[in-house]
């Protein structure tokens, strides 16, 4: 099993910047893939950032520009950095990583956390 561990979100203003922080620990071979979902009241979930084994990345075309995500390898851990946040990035922000435990690669998902950005 895997376990994530999600920290940073909150109330913000307009233009203003949090941080999202997300780390993984338990029956943990390789990471294939990590990153960020969010989900809307009434939207389906959608990706806003990963980060792929090997350093690619995928960014929605909504953030570009504005939310910067890197990985501490050593800790497993992702950051999302949050720029010039608006009210559209309100949503519940959900950790997600593909993980091979050295039998299949299975998914996960942390317990989300809320971006709230209004004045």
């Known amino acids: 099993q895997v376990q994530l561990v999600e920290s940073g979100g909150g109330l913000v203003q307009p233009g203003g910047s949090l941080r999202l922080s997300c780390a993984a620990s338990?029956?943990?071979?390789?990471?294939?893939?990590m990153g960020w979902y969010r989900q809307a009241p009434g939207k389906e979930r959608e990706l806003v950032a990963r980060?792929?084994?090997?350093?690619?990345?995928n960014y929605a075309e909504s953030v570009k520009g504005r939310f910067t995500i890197s990985r501490d390898n050593a800790k497993n851990t992702v950051l999302l950095q949050m720029n010039s946040l608006k009210p559209e990035d309100t949503a519940v922000y959900y950790c997600?990583?593909?993980?091979?435990?050295?039998?299949?690669?299975?998914?996960?998902w942390g317990q989300g956390t809320q971006v709230t950005v209004s004045s």
């Open positions: 997600n990583a593909n993980v091979f435990n050295n039998y299949y690669n299975v998914n996960y």
């Open positions: 338990g029956s943990i071979f390789r990471i294939n893939a």
């Open positions: 980060i792929i084994s090997g350093g690619s990345l």
